[in-house]
Nanobody
Framework: QVQLVESGEGLVQAGGSLRLSCAAS????????MGWYRQAPGKQREQVAL???????NYADSVKGRFTISRDNAKNTMYLQMNSLKPEDTAVYYC???????????????WGQGTQVTVSS
């Protein structure tokens, strides 16, 4: 089995910073794309950032220039560095990873448990 465990939940003032992490474990052969998603009450879940196995990153326009996604393949861990936080960044953040297990022909998507990020004025 594969699991993703998130950490970094917190309350921060507007303009502050926070770092989230997502660690994958289990029968992992290859981790392909990884990404961060968020969902606020009454809103659809949206993609915040995505990073490929080679390290190429894409960001939602709303976070571009403020957030940085990264990964450490040796540790099977992904990070989201959030700077210049705004109240509208308040949401539950979920990590996602497409992972191919050692006996599988292709990857499957796995989700972390979610972590609350609250940005106050």
């Amino acid at each position: 089995q594969v699991q993703l465990v998130e950490s970094g939940e917190g309350l921060v003032q507007a303009g502050g910073s926070l770092r989230l992490s997502c660690a994958a474990s289990g029968s992992i052969f290859t981790i392909n794309d990884m990404g961060w998603y968020r969902q606020a009450p009454g809103k659809q879940r949206e993609q915040v950032a995505l990073i490929t196995s080679g390290g190429s990153a894409n960001y939602a326009d709303s976070v571009k220039g403020r957030f940085t996604i990264s990964r450490d393949n040796a540790k099977n861990t992904m990070y989201l560095q959030m700077n210049s936080l705004k109240p509208e960044d308040t949401a539950v953040y979920y990590c996602n990873a497409n992972i191919r297990t050692w006996r599988a022909l292709q990857g499957m998507n796995y989700w972390g448990q979610g972590t609350q990020v609250t940005v106050s004025s």
